[in-house]
């Protein structure tokens, strides 16, 4: 990938070395665990899908999860940052894995289930229409958005750093902006869960009409 064709700051930021630590803290297999009870949750309304694609799949933990869920599925990543890429390459052989950004992805395939799961939080505000198409556009059926929910933008510190971390309604957003979508289900995931924390995220499960 050519650095020099990134759009934002965001995309810069995740694909230098803060991306590259952000490996080291995410990987456990009792984030495995849960993210399979999240999934099993999440995902409990839905058809089985055949194929698979998460968007900013860092190292693989989440298809890691959904691949015991789904074993037959086939699975797709993009992720902008090379080493954790390189990583997943080797946790999951089996996926088809992009050294991409989310807004250079671009293919006339589609999935039965696109997942974002803590990418939209960390893209700049100005770019999520962009973003949102390019989940909209590859979508068969399913679209799960797992991110940090507010009413109204918010911005928060992330790591002693400004511009990188948004709270907001993203899953409304995309159901305003793109009519062919509508909400089937939703719910919210607690880090003090006893069993099975996740980092405070609201899911929303779209579905094409």
């Known amino acids: 990938m050519n650095r020099a064709t990134f759009e934002t700051e965001q995309e810069k930021f995740w694909a230098g070395d803060f991306g590259s630590a952000y490996v080291e803290r995410n990987q456990d297999e009792e984030l495995l665990a ?13 058809e089985r899908p055949d194929s698979i694609i998460e968007f900013g799949a860092n190292i693989g933990m989440n298809l ?12 797709s990543a993009v992720e902008i940052n090379s080493s954790a890429c390189s990583i997943l390459r080797d946790r999951c ?3 088809e894995a992009y050294n991409n950004s989310l807004y250079e992805f ?5 999935w039965d289930l696109v997942l974002s799961k803590g990418i939209l939080i960390h ?9 949102y198409e390019r989940l909209v ?3 068969r059926k399913y679209i799960l958005v797992c991110e940090y929910y507010s009413p109204t933008p918010v911005e928060i510190e992330y790591r002693g750093e400004r511009d990188r971390l ?15 979508m509508t909400l089937l ?17 609201t899911w929303f499960l779209l579905q094409m009409k």
């Not at 849960?34 to 839905?46: E, G, P, Y």
């Not at 671009?106 to 589609?110: A, G, M, N, Q, T």
């Not at 948004?166 to 009519?179: P, T």
């Open 64 to 75: 890691s999860a959904l691949s015991l869920l789904y074993p037959k599925a086939k699975t």
């Open 106 to 110: 671009d293919s006339s395939d589609k």
């Open 93 to 95: 052989p089996s996926t």
């Open 137 to 139: 556009k590859h979508c």
């Open 123 to 131: 893209l700049s505000p100005r770019m999520l229409q962009k973003a």
């Open 34 to 46: 849960s993210n399979i009870a999240f999934f099993s949750r999440a995902l409990k309304v839905a």
């Open 185 to 201: 289900d939703y719910g919210f995931a607690y880090h003090r869960d006893p069993c099975f924390p996740q980092d405070d995220i």
């Open 166 to 180: 948004f709270k907001r309604d993203y899953a409304g957003e995309i159901l305003e902006s793109h009519s062919e």
